[in-house]
Each structure stands twice: as C-alpha cells, then as structure tokens.
C-alpha cells in the first residue's frame, strides 16, 4: 500500500485522483490547492484533509507520493520540496518549465534517494508499446524515419480559465510544451534522443491572448541516421486526431486516432494495434493516465527506479529549448 497527494485541483487533477481511487493499492491521504474552494470542494468529494499550502501538507501529512498537477512553473519548486520532505514525486509533464529548471530538478531527485517520475502517459498506449515493439523487434527491418503533426485548437477561454497557460515565465511555452510534447518525446522514445534539432516556432494567429508560441515546425536528426519531421499548431479549428508515422525498411507503419497499421510493399494494409477508447469530451487525453499511475506507484512499493524519469523527460524538454532559442523565442540563457 503507498499513500498519495495531489497538489493542483484543476482540469488534470482528476484523471490522478480517479486513478489513485480505482487502485486498491494506494490510499489519498490529501489534496492541496492554493484556491481554498478548490481545495474544500476535493477534500469533501474524496474525504481527504484539505490543504492550501504544500509545506503545511508535506508536515502533516507526509504522503509516499505527492502527485504535481500544478502550472508548469511550479512543477520544479514542489516536486524539489516534497523530495526533500521525503516523498517520492509523479510530476504530470513537462518536468520543469526550461530544461535548466529540469536539470535541476533532476539533480535534486538523484541526491533524494527517493523516485521522481513524469506523466508521459501516452508511452502507456497499446499503439505506443505496439510503435516501439515494431522498432526493437524489426519485423519490417531497421526504422528509417519518423514524422509526426498535432492539428488542434485552443481559444481565448482555454487561455482565460487558467491565465498561465499564456505565457512564458509561468508555461514556458505554448503548443510545444504545453499541448504537444507527447508527441516529441513519442518520437525521440521511439527513434532515439535526437543528436540534432532544428525547428521554427511562432505565434501565428493567438497574438491577441497569449505570448506563447501556436505553432511549430521541427526537424531531428536521430541516431544512425534516423531523420524525423514534426508539426504542431493550436491554429486549427478543432482537435484532429495524432498522427505519426514510422518509415521501416519494408513497411510504412502509420498510427491515427490510436489506430496503427501497416501498409506493405504490395500495398496491404494490416491493422496491428487499437488502443482503448476513452470517451468524453477529453477523450483526447487518452486512457493511459491510470496505467502509468498504476506502475508509478508499484515501483516506489518495490523499491524499484520508475523509467520515465527526469532524465527522461529532458529529452524533449532540450528539443524545445533548441526551437525556442533558434526562434529567438527566449534567450539561451533563460532556458
Ligand atoms: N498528461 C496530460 O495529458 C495533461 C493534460 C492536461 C494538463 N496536463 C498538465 O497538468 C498540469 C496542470 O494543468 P491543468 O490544465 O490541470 O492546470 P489548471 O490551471 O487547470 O490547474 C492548476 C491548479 O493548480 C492550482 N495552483 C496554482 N498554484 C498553486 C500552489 N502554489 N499550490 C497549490 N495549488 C496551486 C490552481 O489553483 C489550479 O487549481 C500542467 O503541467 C499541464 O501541462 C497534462
């Protein structure tokens, strides 16, 4: 059994929260919101002790795993204060807002002795697993390249319900960190970190609400030659399903809307993976969230290292530092 917090009660709280109460395995001892009737309405919803201020929760009630469901600039100094408090930590991604934040972070959880993961659930999905067994397993020979685009849409109440989101101090980012980053970090977990990037992000039609970039456009250069191409924008008109496609010796492996398929020289198309639906209108977020919260919380019960790790999740983090630098976006320095 492991204890669980969760510190952000607004829109992705409550995938950790229903997935900590489907687990038999872990108990919610608190929830914590710096909005006293956020943090009132989840504590009556779950029968939890409410809290307003982490450092008052981390000394009452010192959880095995304080779950980080804040604004991206807060993942860094709260996951850093319950590491030191003892707690091992599931920070939803990125892991910090800059990579120099991350690496930091990253440092303090190596001398912690305690287990700090990021909730980069999409590698939980079944296409995901099926996309990665195709790469290791090479039954269409050795991947060549990757591509990848995220057309979704964000509007000026998205940016109102949560005034960080727009800009760079407090997300660090729009599009790429924000809403696409799974996408990047899918592909430099399928193809390998990228040993080089290059890549154009700009504010294109969002001028007027936030500061953060709504599209991009990137390029990778992976190990042993393995390319791959990556366009994101929040400028489309509604959220299209992600695609991304694997170019293998002998195959072009192609998962859309969760669906992966194989088309062969001969032209055959087989279907190889489907991934659970989600329903609602988040579906999607996908279904993975419970899965890696699950897995999450086995490891700090064994004892053992969680995989997606901050190391792990600067992978992409340094992709978008490359972007945002190479686009004047942000001075190096701040990054
Ligand atoms: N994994 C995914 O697919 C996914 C999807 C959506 C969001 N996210 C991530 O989840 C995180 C939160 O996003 P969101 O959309 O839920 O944000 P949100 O703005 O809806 O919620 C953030 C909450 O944190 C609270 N908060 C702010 N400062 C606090 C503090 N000092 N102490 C305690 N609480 C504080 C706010 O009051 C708010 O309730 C972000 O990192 C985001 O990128 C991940």
């Known amino acids: 059994m492991t204890t669980a917090a969760v510190v952000g009660i607004g829109d992705i709280s409550g995938n950790h929260l229903y997935a900590i109460a489907q687990n038999p395995g872990i108990e919610l001892v608190a929830v914590c919101d710096i909005d006293p009737a956020r943090a009132e309405a989840a504590a009556g919803h779950w029968n939890v002790p409410g809290f307003t201020d982490v450092e008052a929760m981390l000394a009452a009630v010192r959880p095995d795993v304080v779950h980080v469901t804040l604004p991206h600039y807060l993942h860094a100094p709260i996951a850093a204060a319950a590491l030191r408090a003892g707690c091992h930590v599931l920070t939803e991604k990125p892991v910090a807002e800059s990579y120099g934040a991350g690496a930091e972070l990253a440092d303090i959880a190596r001398t912690s002795g305690r287990t700090l993961g990021v909730c980069f659930q999409n590698r939980y999905n079944d296409s995901s697993i099926a996309l990665r067994t195709l790469v290791d397993d090479r039954p269409y020979g050795r991947v060549l390249a990757g591509r990848a ?89 509604s959220d299209a399903p992600v695609e991304l496609e694997l170019t293998f010796e002998s195959a072009i492996v192609r998962l859309q809307g969760g669906v992966v398929t194989a088309t062969t020289a001969n032209g055959a198309v087989e279907v190889l993976a489907s991934d659970a639906k989600a329903t609602g209108d988040r579906a999607y977020w996908g279904t993975s969230h419970a899965r890696l919260i699950d897995d999450f919380h086995a490891r700090v019960a064994e004892g053992e290292p969680f995989w997606i790790d901050a190391d792990a999740a600067l992978v992409s983090l340094g992709v978008l530092r490359d972007v945002y630098v190479a686009s004047g976006l942000v001075p190096a320095a701040e990054r």
């Open 149 to 237: 685009s995220v057309w979704w849409h964000r509007n000026a109440s998205y940016y109102a319900s949560s005034p960080w989101r727009r800009t760079w101090r407090e997300a660090g980012g729009g599009v790429l960190i924000n809403q696409t980053i799974h996408t990047i970090d899918l592909l430099c977990w399928f193809l390998g970190a990228p040993e080089s990037v290059s890549g154009v992000a700009a504010n294109l039609t969002h001028r007027d609400i936030v500061e953060v970039e709504d599209t991009a456009t990137v390029t990778m250069r992976h190990p042993d030659g393995v390319t791959s191409v990556y366009f994101a924008t929040n400028s489309h008109s």
